[in-house]
């Protein structure tokens, strides 16, 4: 996920904001991952750096069962690469 590309973001199913990345994922060293562990830190293996003036929270969370009945998709785990009608279909929704 390069510089610039846009990220959307959900909870509990529901899409509920975007931002643009500001640096691409970068790897988290072991021994940054280890601290973590033992703080009791949630660890993570990548992390990215966001453009904090992008960050977008939306008015509506359309659902993500809804976008995909009417977009045809299925989002993945954690990535979904979206074409460009698609995402504005999903602004739509959210009346971005």
Same mark, same amino acid.
């Given at each position: 996920?390069?510089?610039?590309?846009?990220?959307?973001?959900?909870?509990?199913?529901?899409?509920?904001?975007?931002?643009?990345?500001?640096?691409?994922?970068? =790897?988290?060293? @072991?021994?940054?991952?280890?601290?973590?562990?033992? $703080?009791?830190?949630?660890?993570?293996? *990548?992390?990215? %750096? +966001?453009?904090?003036?992008?960050?977008?929270?939306?008015?509506?969370?359309?659902?993500?069962?809804?976008? =995909?009945?009417? @977009?045809?998709?299925?989002?993945?785990?954690?990535? $979904?690469?979206?074409?460009?009608?698609? *995402?504005?279909? %999903? +602004?739509?929704?959210?009346?971005?």
């Amino acid at each position: 996920m390069p510089s610039g590309s846009i990220v959307l973001f959900s909870f509990d199913a529901r899409i509920f904001g975007q931002a643009s990345v500001k640096k691409a994922p970068r =790897e988290v060293s @072991l021994e940054e991952q280890e601290n973590w562990r033992k $703080t009791g830190n949630v660890v993570y293996k *990548y992390y990215m %750096i +966001l453009d904090g003036p992008s960050i977008e929270v939306f008015r509506f969370y359309p659902a993500k069962r809804d976008i =995909e009945e009417k @977009l045809d998709i299925r989002f993945a785990q954690l990535f $979904t690469y979206l074409n460009l009608n698609q *995402y504005q279909e %999903i +602004l739509k929704m959210a009346k971005v």
